[in-house]
């Protein structure tokens, strides 16, 4: 006498879609997933090397002894204030454009000048740069809670600084 399985072919037929059914979709929000917090990091590191290439602009030309214009810690947009060759605008420029000179596509779309502060420590001699930055994702602004109350808001902002020492010290 001959046994016959349990689960026969004909049964099992339609299995495997049912099964790639509920399981394709938890993937494709793990790669989507995966895949922004990918260009989160991308741009993060491309706004971090803006920012040292600006902060270097800034180290590099300032003299020790102007300090004293550049303590007024968190911000310099003091309209008073000229330091050599426009070298604050020059700075933002390159921070956010690429270029000292500016330009009109940013590094990062939503980056403006106006993200861009600057402070001394004079104690340290050191100029510190600080860039904030709103990163949004590619696709989706929120993740809906299926009425379980309001969406998830996953927009946030970068917020970068980076310190770089003046030559010349005293």
């Keep these: 006498m001959t046994r016959r399985?349990?689960?026969s072919g004909k049964r099992q037929q339609g299995l495997a879609a049912v099964e790639?059914?509920?399981?394709?979709?938890?993937?494709?929000?793990?790669?989507?997933?995966?895949?922004?917090?990918?260009r989160m990091l991308y741009q993060y590191n491309t706004l971090t090397k803006a920012q040292r290439s600006g902060a270097r602009l800034l180290a590099t030309h300032l003299n020790y002894g102007q300090q004293a214009v550049l303590n007024d810690c968190p911000t310099l947009d003091d309209p008073v204030i000229l330091l050599p060759d426009n070298l604050m605008a020059r700075s933002r420029n390159l921070i956010v454009y690429g270029s000292e000179l500016g330009g009109d596509e940013p590094v990062l779309p939503g980056l403006e000048t106006a993200d861009v502060s600057f402070c001394e420590v004079p104690a340290l001699n050191e100029v510190q740069v600080h860039v904030r930055y709103d990163f949004s994702p590619m696709l989706f602004n929120s993740l809906p809670t299926f009425g379980l109350g309001d969406p998830v808001n996953i927009d946030f902002t970068l917020d970068s600084s980076i310190s770089m020492r003046v030559l010349g010290g005293s």
């Design 5 to 7: 399985p349990l689960l």
């Design 20 to 38: 790639m059914t509920l399981v394709l979709p938890v993937l494709l929000l793990l790669l989507l997933a995966t895949a922004e917090i990918g």
